[in-house]
């Protein structure tokens, strides 16, 4: 009998042993459950900085000024002056089309004008003594009327067959093509012997390109997003890839007022804005189409506060932030102007979370510009404020007003590496 009620005294012990650990491990998952989690995070002190904004941008270098040699009249290349790259300067020969056609045209259009003049001369005498007879009434009105046209007609031939003349060799005149302006000749698309169409007829041929090397611009596509930030006279930077060693100054001087749409109607569709920057550096001789990449300073501030671009997120405002006093009652909705357009107005509102003592403090910002790393805060920070710059996921998705956090010293080093 002692024996059994001694078992039964261990069973009850074990049981009871083994039932409060169960319960301190349920404990356990129950409290640790609830645990609030610690963040690692990385903070950064609010700062006065001069901050610079720009848009960046790519594109080609061009010629300021540039001609694009046109025929005005047709036919063979008999003689080419110039070569690729050959400088020139105005009112030198580039080149010659055959004359032999508009030669025998001028003359043809000469000896028409010769008997005009002829014929012309002879009908004025008959129209004026025509006239003296008129006078002394020895020939009738109609005999003077006559006279009268006759001349004029002759006139009138005498005219048009000068005119053609004057065109004739006018264009004899352009079958020698001569410089417009003093530059470089930067294309070249034509050999002697090759034939040409003239403007006069059809498009015409491009025959060759006349540049002022000497003053250079870059052409760059902007989005309409960034063209309201750009004005006339903006400083720009400027990196051409031919010269990776050296960056250039240049002034944007013309802006397009008219959007360049490429897929139009497509996923792919993009709107961009042409704009023009004047190369103010002329020690380099820069050659068209050479690629490029400007850095256009839209605005600069200085003695701004400050923090790391990253460190401004957004958040969404709660249920009980939305409600103000003298809301309504869910069984009465009174439907005003003022709601209709706070419905349109965005919730999104913009902030950083301040560290204090192991826990984060939400504050929304208004925020001016910014440059590649740091951002304008314009209200809702002092300076020396420490403001959570890290990490991304944290700032972005896991912190909230009241967050515990932890400083993470090492990644906050290797970052500032």
């Known amino acids: 009998m002692s024996n059994n009620k001694k078992s039964k005294k261990k069973k009850i012990i074990i049981f009871s042993i083994l039932g409060l650990v169960i319960v301190a491990l349920v404990l356990v998952v129950i409290l640790g459950s609830k645990k609030v989690p610690i963040i690692s995070v990385q903070t950064e002190k609010v700062e006065k900085r001069t901050l610079t904004q720009s848009v960046t941008a790519t594109g080609k270098i061009y010629p300021e000024v540039q001609v694009i040699i046109t025929p005005e009249v047709s036919g063979e ?17 580039l080149l010659k089309i055959k004359p032999d056609y508009y030669a025998a045209r001028r003359d043809q259009m000469a000896a028409g004008v010769a008997s005009s003049t002829a014929s012309l001369n002879r009908v004025r005498s008959d129209y004026n003594r025509t006239k003296d007879l008129f006078e002394k009434k020895l020939v009738s009105d109609a005999e003077l009327e006559q006279s009268k046209t006759a ?20 264009d004899l005149m352009k079958t020698t093509i001569h410089a417009p302006m003093e530059g470089t000749v930067t294309q070249l698309k034509v050999e002697s012997g090759e034939r040409v169409l003239g403007t006069s007829q059809f498009q015409g041929t491009a025959v060759m390109t006349v540049a002022d090397l000497s003053r250079m611009e870059c052409r760059v596509d902007v989005g309409e997003n960034d063209i309201v930030l750009i004005s006339i006279g903006d400083t ?54 050479m690629s490029m990449t400007a850095k256009i300073e839209t605005d600069r501030r200085q003695n701004v506060l400050t923090v790391p671009i990253q460190s401004v997120t957004t958040r969404m405002p709660k249920k009980d932030e939305k409600k103000t006093e003298g809301d309504e009652s869910p069984d009465v909705v ?82 500032k590496q």
């Open 151 to 170: 001349y004029e007609v002759s006139k009138a031939q005498y005219d048009q067959a000068k005119a053609a003349l004057n065109q004739t060799e006018e």
């Open 334 to 415: 009174i439907v005003t102007l003022e709601k209709l357009k706070k419905k349109d107005e965005p919730t999104v509102k913009e902030v950083v979370f301040l560290y204090n003592e192991g826990t984060v403090k939400m504050v929304e910002v208004k925020r001016g510009i910014s440059d590649d790393s740091y951002i304008e805060i314009t209200e809702g920070l002092k300076e020396d404020d420490k403001v959570i710059s890290g990490s991304y996921k944290a700032i972005s998705r896991e912190l909230e007003d009241g967050s515990k956090v932890k400083l993470d010293f090492e990644k906050k080093k290797t970052t």
């Open 77 to 93: 290349v008999v003689y080419l002056a110039v070569r690729d790259g050959q400088k020139v300067k105005k009112n030198d020969v």
């Open 236 to 289: 720009a930077r400027i990196d051409i890839d031919a010269f990776p060693n050296r960056k250039f100054n240049g002034i944007v001087y013309e802006i397009a007022n008219t959007a360049k749409t490429k897929g139009f109607g497509t996923q792919e569709e993009v709107t961009n804005f042409e704009v023009k920057i004047r190369i103010i550096d002329k020690d380099v001789l820069l050659r068209p189409g």
